[in-house]
């Protein structure tokens, strides 16, 4: 039987890709992470969530996420 490798093929993630970009220039807030992104408000928020448990963002205080 076939068997399933984690990292093999990954699947490509845009909003991640976009979400990650908007916080290139350090520290923002979601709403300028959803201006400069161009997604929608609870997108960015599930995509921050992901990201956090990815371990690729940190909430830098309350309302402002940087990358790691």
Do not use: Y
Request: aromatic share 4%.
């Amino acid at each position: 039987p076939r068997s399933f490798i984690t990292g093999h093929n990954p699947r490509s993630a845009p909003t991640e890709a976009k979400v990650l970009a908007s916080l290139d220039d350090g520290p923002i807030p979601r709403a300028l992470i959803m201006a400069r992104s161009g997604l929608s408000g609870s997108l960015v928020g599930t995509t921050l969530w992901k990201l956090q448990c990815k371990g690729l963002v940190v909430r830098a205080t309350r309302g402002m996420w940087r990358r790691t």
